[in-house]
């Protein structure tokens, strides 16, 4: 499952024409990194000048965690030349967060994964790109007026002024031609895992093979980083996501089964948010 954005409403301008609107997009962490600017002023210098920060902040999450520098923070971490206490920041953050996700999801989300040759590595890559989208948003907060979206793959952040929102598109992981379900969001993240594309990279923390009890899991609520690590639980979970999805408070989820059926706990034609 992806998600893909469409406006509800481009709204309108003081003088009645439609609201400008605006996209960046750029390759970081290895994926099209996006951020998405609705209203009045999209096209003028101080929001470009906003959404310049936002992207600088996330090539910096780029150039700690990512795997395939052998700088990174992450890389040097995984070869024994980095002790985790004298890392940065960023990266004691990211490591202390795993360890809240694996103690809230019973060990199914899991940082600590089995390389190939069975030595245990830190890949905090199933709440990473949640937590990204977090740190750009916050860069975000002070463009007032605006509506906008941060994306990274299939993890998404939305904000509107009051009496707008964004719509998300749910993609069928069988047919991305088709849409499962259209969420219309005024505020709040978005996080799928799985799906056609995706499901290989998240894998059973004990074993390191490719999770496939479910074929993805879609997950709406307030955080971006917690929508993105409990939606990688989920499709580590299986058969059991569902269930144990239910009961998290505050979060709303969907889950399409290995037998295609698709189960969520909000109703027809509810909005979850």
């Known amino acids: 499952m992806t998600i893909t954005r469409e406006s509800s409403d481009p709204g309108t301008t003081h003088d009645g024409h439609p ?29 470009d ?94 463009l007032e007026g605006h509506d906008w979206v941060v994306s990274a793959g299939s993890d998404l952040r939305v904000s509107c002024v009051p009496g707008s929102s964004w719509r998300v598109g749910v993609q069928d992981p069988a047919d991305p031609t088709r849409l499962l379900r259209v969420l219309e969001l ?33 997950v709406v609520g307030d955080s971006a980083v917690w929508a993105d690590a409990f939606a990688t639980a989920g499709v580590v979970k299986g058969a059991g996501a569902f269930a144990w999805l239910s009961a998290l408070p505050g979060y709303e989820a969907a889950v399409v089964e290995r037998d295609g059926r698709t189960r969520s706990t909000w109703g027809p034609g509810a909005r979850p948010r």
């Open 186 to 218: 005024s505020s709040g993240a978005v996080a799928t895992s799985g799906g056609a594309r995706a499901g290989a990279r998240v894998v059973h923390p004990a074993s390191g093979q490719p999770a496939d009890g479910a074929r993805a899991v879609t």
């Open 19 to 47: 609201a400008a609107r605006r996209a960046w997009v750029r390759h970081l962490l290895g994926m099209p990194f996006s951020v998405h600017v609705r209203g009045p002023q999209a096209l003028g210098p101080e929001v």
């Open 49 to 142: 000048a906003l959404v310049g920060q936002a992207l600088a902040v996330v090539r910096d999450v780029d150039r700690c965690f990512n795997p395939f520098r052998p700088d990174s923070e992450l890389s040097l971490l995984n070869a024994g030349l980095l002790a985790g206490e004298d890392g940065s920041p960023q990266l004691r953050e990211v490591t202390a967060l795993c360890e809240q996700a694996r103690a809230l999801t019973g060990g199914a989300f899991d940082a600590e994964l089995p390389d190939a040759r069975g030595r245990r590595r830190l890949d905090p890559s199933g709440l990473l790109k949640g937590w990204a989208v977090e740190r750009a948003a916050a860069e975000l907060t002070l």
